[in-house]
């Protein structure tokens, strides 16, 4: 006796992607930061099926104006054509960007572009490197 199973692909996406949790305390630094006129470009390493679900569940996405995906690029952090990619969307000259990921290997494999990157450990510290940088921002971080 043979039993024909169907896959659902839009519950396997979701089987697959609902393991994003949104740091809700970046929230207000990066509404700010839109706010204040400045270009937000984010670049990841992602999948299809996990930018369009956070895409849909996290709103906070859509005040980005451009985005590097791993996807989209060919290539994967900390490889450098996902930086190149990066630095065509950004729109100014890379030492007038600033770059904070959470994991370091990221970090210094964005400083040989000229980019002025940081390491990111809480949301408080981030406000603090944008206060060091001219960019003070009022946020309970």
């Known amino acids: 006796l043979a039993v024909e199973q169907s896959v659902d692909p839009q519950g396997l996406d979701f089987a697959v ?5 949104l740091n809700s305390s970046i929230v207000p630094v990066i ?3 839109k706010e204040r006129g400045l270009r937000l470009v ?18 906070i996405l859509q ?13 994967i ?12 969307l950004i729109e100014c000259a890379p030492e007038e960007c600033f770059y904070t990921d959470d994991i370091a290997a990221y970090i210094e494999a964005a400083k040989p572009f000229g980019l ?9 510290a981030l406000v603090e490197q944008l206060h060091t940088r001219g960019i003070r921002l009022e946020i309970n971080a």
């Open 42 to 59: 984010l670049m990841s390493n992602t999948s299809i099926a996990h930018f369009e679900f956070i895409w849909k569940k996290y709103t």
């Open 116 to 124: 002025d990157a940081e390491l990111f450990t809480q949301t408080a």
């Open 77 to 88: 952090k900390p490889e450098h054509p996902i930086y190149e990619r990066a630095l065509s």
């Open 31 to 33: 509404t700010a930061l």
């Open 17 to 21: 992607s609902d393991i994003f949790v």
């Open 63 to 75: 005040q980005f104006d451009a985005f590097t995906v791993s996807y989209e690029s060919d290539a």
